[in-house]
Nanobody, 120 residues
Framework: QVHVVESGGGLVQPGGSLRLSCAVS????????MAWYRQAPGKQRELVAR???????KYLDSVRGRFTITRDSTKNTTYLQMTSLTPEDTSVYYC??????????????WGQGTQVTVSS
């Protein structure tokens, strides 16, 4: 069984910063990709940032240069450092992990989400 738990959300003023964390636990053989998505009310869920097991990264155009995704493979954890936040970044942020429980037994799992609110 896999558990994906996000933390670090909250209320921040425009121009401020937040750091989200996502820890993956369970009987895991390997984690391939880890990613952050977000979904605002009335909008579709969108990919914010992704990092592979070779540390290749991909970003949503609107966050490139402001957000940084990293991972600590020893802890099965990924981080999203968010800076220069704007009200448009207000969303529920979800962590997504893809990996394998054993060779040939892949998994894909979502976290429960963490609210980020950017407001003065």
């Amino acid at each position: 069984q896999v558990h994906v738990v996000e933390s670090g959300g909250g209320l921040v003023q425009p121009g401020g910063s937040l750091r989200l964390s996502c820890a993956v636990s369970g009987t895991i053989f390997k984690i391939y990709n880890m990613a952050w998505y977000r979904q605002a009310p009335g909008k579709q869920r969108e990919l914010v940032a992704r990092i592979t097991n070779t540390d290749s990264t991909k970003y949503l155009d609107s966050v490139r240069g402001r957000f940084t995704i990293t991972r600590d493979s020893t802890k099965n954890t990924t981080y999203l450092q968010m800076t220069s936040l704007t009200p448009e970044d207000t969303s529920v942020y979800y962590c997504h992990a893809e990996g394998a429980l054993a060779p040939g037994h892949d998994f894909t799992h979502w976290g429960q989400g963490t609210q980020v609110t950017v407001s003065s």
